[in-house]
């Protein structure tokens, strides 16, 4: 068998994978990045983070066009030629996956096709799609190899009625009914999609709330809105299984204990993701998985064994894309031999759904939890001239901050553009910011991020297009004041 030696050698070319052996090779090093499927840029770029948002872009505007009449624009009723945006979609993966493979060739990454099995502390070896095998050798391994869905029994994916959010993202049709179990980010995303685009959409949803660890003010908002749109959202809702009825599909579901069965065209599973973590050869070489199937890694992304490091998916929730890019560069970087350790104050999480939602650092519960006295400023998209110019008014910022030292600890975002506005307070977090800080900072008028503005002054009492009332004094603590 061939044998090839390196410094680094990189198994999987997902978020977690990918910018890792660029960071590898700006750093001086020799590195090989594996990867099984014929294209690089894992779930994210294939079929996750980007084909979703090219999908719920385009279904944003068809649901613009459609409420464009308030603003006294007369269109058509809009018309989805479902080939055609599938051909759109295609495309900026192929750009953007592209434009990885472009980037590990100029950086001197060498790409190698096939799947990786460990079979030491420091050599992998590379089966081809040919059979032909190849042997790695480096002073590191950087595992990376993501996650996959999670099926449940009675619904195996069939890639043709049963739909796992690869199929859904790859857009086969719009069915008429469409029964989504999960009520999780992605299952949401998505059919807020097929929603938009015509389907008619029923949610199942096993635990007693969408959207679960999301700020409930939010999670109201994103359900009036899916209402509006005429989706049923079931809490509690155990899905058991379906049968063929004919041209139906017909999904047996438990509702608050009593047996209902619905009639769909295509079920989507959306119930969550599991590591891939087992059987290529991890166990052998002594890498400790533990009882979920995460890869054990330290602050630093290595494994319990020592040349072994580990990133992204595989390595534990959140299951993010910025998450597993930020991990994989800590790892690049400790392989190249410098001190770089995790160590960041706020993981922001972006949810697409509509209205979007957004948070960065801890929530009021959070905070509380761990010892703060928290304060909080809200603040409407109502109130906001940008907000009501766009007709986009749902939703609010909200902002927390420690009552003593008025230190900003978090803050989550409901509302138009919420993903993209959560970067300042993001920014705001990992420089210490205090909510003077963002109270002083001179925001361009009229902009969404005033929003962010004025909830830091809400926080403070000090709002300006909102009436500063006292803070409602909470259970047991009376004359807690805005002001404190
Ligand atoms: C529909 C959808 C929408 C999403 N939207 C967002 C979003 O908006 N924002 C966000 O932050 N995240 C989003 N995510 C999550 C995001 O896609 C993941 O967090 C991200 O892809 C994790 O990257 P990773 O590198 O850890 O794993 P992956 O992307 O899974 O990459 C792992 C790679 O390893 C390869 N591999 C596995 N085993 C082997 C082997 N033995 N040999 C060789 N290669 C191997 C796989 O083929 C794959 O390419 C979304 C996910 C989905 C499904």
């Given amino acids: 068998m061939p044998t090839q030696t390196y410094d680094a050698i990189v198994i999987g070319a997902g978020t977690g994978g990918y910018p890792a052996a660029i960071r590898l090779a700006q750093l001086g090093k020799k590195v090989a990045l594996v990867e099984k499927d014929a294209t690089l840029g894992g779930v994210c770029l294939n079929w996750g983070c980007i084909p979703s948002k090219a999908l719920i872009a385009a279904a944003n505007l068809v649901d613009e066009m459609r409420g464009a009449a308030d603003r006294g624009i007369i269109a058509e009723p809009p018309r989805v030629d479902v080939a055609k945006l599938r051909e759109f979609k295609d495309g900026v993966v192929k750009k953007l996956t592209g434009g990885v493979a472009l980037l590990e060739k100029g950086n001197g990454v060498e790409v190698v096709r096939g799947t990786a099995t460990v079979v030491g502390p420091t050599a992998v070896e590379v089966a081809g799609k040919d059979g032909q095998k190849t042997r790695l050798e480096a002073g590191a391994i950087l595992v990376a190899t993501g996650a996959r869905p999670i099926e449940i029994p009675g619904f195996a994916f069939d890639g043709k009625d049963v739909w796992s959010a690869r199929e859904a993202v790859d857009l086969p049709e719009v069915p008429k009914r469409l029964v989504c179990i999960g009520g999780g980010i992605i299952g949401m995303e998505l059919g807020t999609v097929y929603a938009k685009l015509g389907a008619e959409v ?19 908002l994103v359900q009036k809105g899916l209402r509006q749109r005429g989706v ?16 139906d599909l017909v999904v047996k579901v438990e509702i608050d204990g009593k047996e209902q069965e619905i009639a769909c065209d295509k079920i989507l599973v959306a119930v969550g993701f599991k590591p891939s973590s087992a059987g290529f050869g991890l166990e052998q070489v002594g890498v400790k998985i533990g009882p979920k199937g995460f890869i054990e890694v330290d602050p630093q992304y290595r494994t319990s064994v020592p040349t072994i490091f580990a990133a992204g998916d595989v390595t534990g929730p959140p299951l993010l894309a910025h998450k597993a890019s930020k991990e994989g560069e800590i790892a690049a970087e400790v392989i190249a031999g410098h001190k770089t350790v995790r160590d960041w104050v706020g993981m922001p999480t972006a949810i697409f759904t509509d209205p979007e939602v957004a948070a960065v650092g801890l929530s009021e519960e959070e905070a509380r939890k761990q010892g703060y006295d928290p304060i909080v400023g809200k603040f409407a998209f109502g109130a906001l001239g940008r907000a009501i110019a766009i007709h986009h008014t749902e939703g609010f910022v909200k902002v927390v901050g420690d009552r003593k030292t008025k230190l900003l600890l978090g803050a989550s975002i409901c509302g138009p553009e919420a993903g993209d506005l959560i970067a300042e307070a993001a920014l705001a977090l990992e420089m210490g910011a205090y909510l003077e800080d963002v ?44 002001r404190a």
């Fill in 202 to 220: 029923t949610f199942l949803e096993a635990l007693p709330q969408v959207l679960t660890g999301v700020d409930p003010d939010a999670v109201r």
């Fill in 232 to 247: 049923a959202v079931h809490v509690n809702a155990k899905a058991k299984g379906y049968e063929r009825r004919g041209k």
């Fill in 439 to 482: 109270a002083l900072t001179i925001h361009a008028h009229p902009t969404l991020p005033e929003a962010f503005n004025e909830a830091c002054r809400a926080a403070l009492g000090e709002a300006i297009h909102m009436l500063n009332r006292p803070e409602r004094p909470r259970k047991g603590e009376a004359g807690a004041g805005a």
